[in-house]
Nanobody
Framework: QVQLVESGGGLVQPGGSLRLSCAASGSAFSTYAMGWYRQAPGKQREMVGIITSGYSTNYADSVKGRFTISRDNAKNTVYLQMNNLKPEDTAVYYC?????????????WGQGIQVTVSS
């Protein structure tokens, strides 16, 4: 029911910035917690940042102070502003939407978008 489409990835030099966007379908966007996850080759998928329906945020320690997650409910969009990028940030980044229901959590994933940090 919810489709998530990421954009804004690409190749950037160390120290550079990128802003990822995730556009969501549906009319219940504001009720979902939204998150960004990433997976590097040979590694497990990890949480990068989460923003709840109440605008509370959580970040991985490795990105605190450099990345900012935000949401615009009027646009059905969540963003990840990435500053001072490092080579270790290279990964496929996935958008996630999650909402609790009486029968369990609804969870949706985007298709993923590549971010490469290299000189």
């Amino acid at each position: 029911q919810v489709q998530l489409v990421e954009s804004g990835g690409g190749l950037v030099q160390p120290g550079g910035s990128l802003r990822l966007s995730c556009a969501a379908s549906g009319s219940a966007f504001s009720t979902y917690a939204m998150g960004w996850y990433r997976q590097a080759p040979g590694k497990q998928r990890e949480m990068v940042g989460i923003i709840t329906s109440g605008y509370s945020t959580n970040y991985a320690d490795s990105v605190k102070g450099r990345f900012t997650i935000s949401r615009d409910n009027a646009k059905n969009t969540v963003y990840l502003q990435m500053n001072n990028l490092k080579p270790e940030d290279t990964a496929v980044y996935y958008c996630n939407a999650k909402r609790a229901t009486p029968w369990g959590a609804d969870m949706y994933w985007g298709q993923g978008i590549q971010v490469t940090v290299s000189s």
